[in-house]
Structures are given as C-alpha cells and as structure tokens.
C-alpha cells in the first residue's frame, strides 16, 4: 500500500499536474481506504513547494489552466466533497501556485471527476468490486494512461486487459511513455494514431497497397455483364463467408462464374 500510495501522489502531482498522462482520479478499495487516504496525505504533505533546487513540486503554468483547476475544486466542494489537504480556492493567492490537493467524498458528476483537471488535484474514490471499478474507470471520456496496483499480477492482467487505454502500467505510473520501443497514444477523446515504436514510424508514413495481376484472362468474374450471375455470385458469398468455409462450393461456383 504503501509503494501505491507513494506512486500515486507522484502520478498526480508531479509537474504540478501538468502532465497528459498524469493521474487524474485514484480508485481504491474500500477496505483499504481510509488506511489509504492517510497515507497519501502524509506523503503530499511532505512535498516541497517552490523554485529551487529543494523543491518537489512548482506552478502552473497558464493562468487560464490555473482557473480551470480553481473552477474544478470548487464544484468539488459545492456539491459535498471534503477537501483532506490543501486549501480552498477562496484561500488562493494571485501567484501561479496551488498547493497539491486531495479530495474525497466524491461523486460520478463532479467535473473533477469526469474532466481533465490538469493541475495538482487528486480526487480518491473508494469502489467495492472489480466489476464497479473497471465500470467506473471506462466511463471517462478519456482514455490515454491507467494504472493499477495489487500483489496479484494475475488480476492486474485481467484488469488492465478490460481498461480502454491507450497504455496500462501495473504497479507503475506514467513510465511507458519513456519505452520507445511501445506505442504511445490515447482511446475516445485522448486521440486516434500512435507515436514511438514501429506503429509510430508508419503513422508518418504513406502506406501504400499494390495489387499485380499477369493480366492473361480476358475478365475478371466481378466485371460486366452481369446477366445470369447473380445466383453463382449469390453462391460464391455464401461459401466464403460462412461461419465455415465451404471451399468445395466456392470453388463451383467460381469456375461457373468464369466460364460466363
């Protein structure tokens, strides 16, 4: 518990959050919550906020983003969240920085919940089941990075085969887009394509399809006239795509085909 907590405090926060991949939301099972929620705290409160060399976490970067996170956080609270750590927004000075927050007590339609924060804000929700978390985590219409944290790899696998995202690190956060040799790239509204590896190589590519053909026959069975081929034709489909191919009658009908 202890690693994951730590993982993800650095999930969320590093780069004050301003990291695509950064951990918007954390699930964690209830029985381990509040165990849990303690931990994350202490370790966040640790954090070094500043500009030198010391310091763990800086500012934002946009004020525009600033509001944005500012906006998120206060949903939060209107609407029954508690704030464990950091300060509310009517605390917040007029620099650039937001000390890391966590919240907890949260709902399904909270926009920190649902949207991209992209600030140090770490949201904690407790689930039950496997099934409830999986559900919840798919209802994002984000899908570019999960994570997932337990000591049976073979659940971890079973999980984060059912996750739609683009990349999944288990016991591990955010490191696979530092693997050049996997595909980087996000599922619904994180974006189609991939960059990095093979598949990020074609994706700046013109691929291109060639068909050759000896060119002997004086048709092809697709080209005109059509008159008395379509019960072959009819055959023809209905041999191939059969939940099992039936060669013998494709080929019949093939060959009655050519000789039209």
């Known amino acids: 518990m202890k690693r994951a907590a730590k993982g993800a405090v650095w999930g969320a926060f590093t780069n004050s959050g301003q990291v695509c991949m950064s951990a918007e939301r954390i699930y964690v099972e209830e029985s381990i919550y509040d165990d849990f929620l303690n931990i994350v705290k202490e370790e966040t409160e640790k954090l070094i906020q500043g500009t030198n060399e010391d310091s763990d976490i800086g500012s934002m970067t946009f004020p525009k983003q600033k509001e944005i996170v500012k906006h998120h956080v206060k949903d939060a609270l209107e609407k029954g969240a508690v704030l464990v750590s950091g300060s509310p927004p009517d605390k917040w000075d007029d620099s650039m920085f937001i000390q890391p927050i966590i919240l907890a007590n949260l709902k399904q339609d909270m926009e920190v919940v649902w949207d991209?924060?992209?600030?140090?804000?770490?949201?904690?929700?407790?689930?039950?089941?496997?099934?409830?978390v999986i559900k919840l985590a798919?209802?994002?219409?984000?899908?570019?990075?999960?994570?997932?944290?337990?000591?049976?790899?073979?659940?971890?696998?079973?999980?984060?085969?059912?996750?739609?995202?683009?990349?999944?690190?288990?016991?591990?956060?955010?490191?696979?887009?530092?693997?050049?040799?996997?595909?980087?790239?996000?599922?619904?509204?994180?974006?189609?394509?991939?960059?990095?590896?093979?598949?990020?190589?074609?994706?700046?590519?013109?691929?291109?399809?060639?068909?050759?053909?000896?060119?002997?026959r004086n048709k092809e069975i697709q080209w005109y006239p059509y008159k008395g081929k379509y019960a072959a034709f009819l055959k023809l489909f209905q041999s191939y795509f059969h939940e099992r191919k039936k060669w013998i009658q494709f080929l019949r009908s093939y060959l009655k085909l050519l000789k039209k």
Request: some cysteine; hydrophobic content about 35%; overall charge neutral.
């Open 138 to 216: 798919n209802e994002s219409n984000y899908g570019l990075n999960a994570s997932v944290w337990t000591s049976d790899l073979k659940k971890a696998r079973r999980v984060a085969s059912r996750l739609v995202s683009g990349a999944v690190t288990v016991n591990e956060v955010l490191v696979s887009v530092a693997n050049h040799y996997l595909p980087f790239g996000g599922t619904k509204d994180s974006g189609i394509g991939r960059y990095h590896s093979e598949e990020g190589l074609k994706i700046f590519c013109h691929e291109k399809a060639i068909i050759l053909d000896r060119g002997k």
């Open 116 to 132: 991209e924060t992209f600030g140090p804000v770490m949201p904690i929700i407790p689930f039950k089941t496997e099934e409830e």
